[in-house]
């Protein structure tokens, strides 16, 4: 089965500087890859999502995420954080029959 | 468009009592559906998935169950309640036959505390 690892548990960054928010999966495939969004209290909203093509997809929000197959990676990325980006992130990988495995989370802080 | 439903949106239990945390979808016919737990600090443990009305499948055994008696209802239920079972639960959806897999939309979740 698929899994997925985010190194990190909370990061911090300063507002307008950027983000970086590690992931790492496992699986025999091609993934279908994704990350989500939780803000305290709340549901998941999806940010973005890989299926195949364009290695690098856009989200909403600004955020940004590249596949790299050669590193097993699906890392997001935002060039100027916002403080309302202050929330839980999760990545998450599918493998095409309705198993979907979601990372532990990172917390993201941001500083005024 | 699509909307997602849970209820009660907070809930305080003793220990050893009965629970039921219901979960509609609106906008879609014939859904997958599905219920996380997300311990405090954790990520999502997936609890049951649903294919359709009356089939369940259990990721993990537990005291809790879950039932789908309508195409667009899915309900998580215990007999006795255990101060394990605290957290926050969430149901999400995705539509069954999509290929490649499509994401799964998630409803605002339940905050259980057993006390």
């Known amino acids: 089965a698929q899994s997925v690892t985010q190194p990190d548990i909370h990061i911090t960054v300063s507002e307008g500087a950027s983000l970086e928010l590690r992931c790492n999966y496992s699986?025999?495939?091609?993934?279908?890859l994704f990350w989500y969004v939780q803000s305290p209290g709340q549901g998941l909203q999806l940010l973005l999502k890989?299926?195949?093509?364009?290695?690098l997809v856009q989200g909403i929000k600004g955020f940004e995420a590249e596949f790299k197959r050669s590193q097993s990676s699906f890392n997001l990325r935002k060039p100027s954080v916002h403080w309302s980006d202050a929330a839980e992130y999760f990545c998450?990988?599918?493998?095409?029959?309705?198993?979907?495995?979601f990372g532990a989370g990172t917390r993201l802080t941001v500083k005024p | 468009s699509q909307t997602i439903h849970q209820w009660p949106a907070t809930l305080v239990q003793p220990v050893g009592s009965p629970l039921s945390l219901e979960c509609t979808v609106e906008?879609?016919?014939?859904?997958?559906l599905y219920w996380y737990r997300q311990a405090a600090g954790r990520g999502l443990q997936l609890l049951f998935y649903?294919?359709?009305?009356?089939?369940i499948s259990s990721e993990v055994p537990q005291n809790l169950s879950a039932s789908r008696p309508q195409d667009r209802q899915f309900i998580l239920s215990s007999k006795k309640l255990l101060l394990s079972d605290s957290g926050f639960y969430l149901c999400?959806?995705?539509?069954?036959?999509?290929?490649?897999?499509?994401?799964?939309?998630f409803g605002p979740g339940t905050r259980l505390t057993v006390l």
């Open positions: 649903s294919v359709g009305i009356g089939q």
């Open positions: 998450a990988v599918g493998a095409g029959n309705n198993d979907m495995r």
């Open positions: 890989y299926f195949s093509g364009d290695t």
């Open positions: 999400a959806w995705d539509r069954s036959l999509l290929r490649p897999q499509g994401e799964q939309f």
């Open positions: 699986y025999g495939a091609t993934p279908y």
């Open positions: 906008g879609t016919s014939n859904p997958n």
